[in-house]
């Protein structure tokens, strides 16, 4: 069975921007790089569940808050 990797960029560089966060901002509060981060917000990432979840945490939502957050923004391949 093929793997379905998700992509999160748009949602994810929009609850940033939300937030008035840098990538940089964004990476001390989900415990991640600021290369990782741009990887994810350019899609050239899929993240896993546990970055979701860290993700999730630093923007203060539940990870099922989060996913809903951005769902129309996933794109998947």
Not at 40 to 52: I, R
């Amino acid at each position: 069975m093929k793997e379905t990797k998700v992509y999160i960029g748009i949602g994810l560089r929009r609850l940033r921007k939300e937030k008035g966060w840098t990538v940089e901002d964004l990476a001390l509060e989900s415990y991640l790089t600021r290369k990782y981060i741009y990887e994810l917000e350019h899609n050239l990432k899929s993240p896993s569940s546990t970055t979701l979840d860290n993700l999730a945490k630093a923007f203060e939502m539940r990870f099922g808050e989060f996913n809903t957050e951005i769902e129309n923004e996933i794109i998947r391949k």
